[in-house]
């Protein structure tokens, strides 16, 4: 007898769409044949770790054979001394995607709803279907979040809102009194993740017209308000997978409940620490991608292209032809992200990259579109 192994798994997998990571430089290398390729598709620190990461991933070599520290203390100790929280608030996840999936596993049932907006991260429909979750997505206005519209779209069946601030890949973003509003609307028994990966650029004082606010100090009001952070983007650590959330207590012991017991390694832990402590390395990644960020609208508004707005390290840019750009910016060794999946077919994200990379992309885009 032949059996279709697919069909045998549960409902939410089976028709799940697995996430389309930004393409590997070594794989457009290998696979056009060119050198020197520059990446700038996965809103990566173009400046790499700090010394200071480096330096304390150096020190743990030797203690490899050792299982990490499955609570994490010192470094939730250090978290809860810059967030002035309580460490029972924290849980540490393999990359603030771990934790994200931990919410859906602990919060959501089968058919229950999970609401979040058009345009928003492809982590949220994963972590909900995969749990047989219903996603309830919202209709974005202005290319951001309507959240007077995903208040109204809360049913007894609602168990989680994925809001992400800045979002990714639209780089818009709420301001306080949006949220203020928001959380006031919104009943108790509905966790809120406000996903704030981008939250280094976007306090950015060179930014503070616009009015961006984090909500991490909310959370003795609410407690059904969770934060996650990343060392992904800012702390430039993406390879090392770590990120938390910081959340009421009881929220947390749960989220700590489906947590495996090891899922944040010991070299990320130790970095993560040492880069919590390297302040001129954060500053200097901010202060290059806002460089980066006037080089690239500058030279898009020259070009008479139109581009969303961002306060992250990546900017949304209107090309037409965007599959098309994109395969010929491939060809010409630079890889960006096309986000016709995120309902922006129009649209290329490109992250933010030293000069020098967004002066490659910026060359070939010229030569590329039509003149
Ligand atoms: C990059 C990103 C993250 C971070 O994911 P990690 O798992 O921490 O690497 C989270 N949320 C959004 C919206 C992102 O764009």
New binding site residues.
Partial sequence: MKINIQSLAVAGVRSLQPYQPGKPLEELEREYGISNAVKLAS?ENPLGPGKKALAAIGQQLGELSRYPDGNGFSLKKALSKKHGVNMDQLTL?N????I?EFLARAFVAVDDEVIFSEHA?A?YPIVTQAVGGRAVVVAAKDYGYDLDAIAVAVSDKTRLIFI?NP??PTGTWLTEKALRDFLEKVPAQVLVVL?E??YEYAIDPALSACGYTSVMSWIKDYPNLVV?R????AYGL?GL???YSVSHADVADILNRVRQPFNANSLALAAAEAALDDEAHLRHSVKLNAEGMQQLTQAFEQLGLDYIPSVGNFVCVKIGDAAGVYEALLHAGIIVRPVANYGLPDYLRITIGRADENARFLDALKKILPA
Avoid: E, I, P, Q
């Avoid at 990343?230 to 983007?233: A, E, P, Y």
């Fill in positions: 809103n996840g990359g603030s995607n771990d994200l991260f982590v992400a979002n990714n996903d990966a981008y996650t990343t060392f992904s983007k993406a997978r770590m990120g």
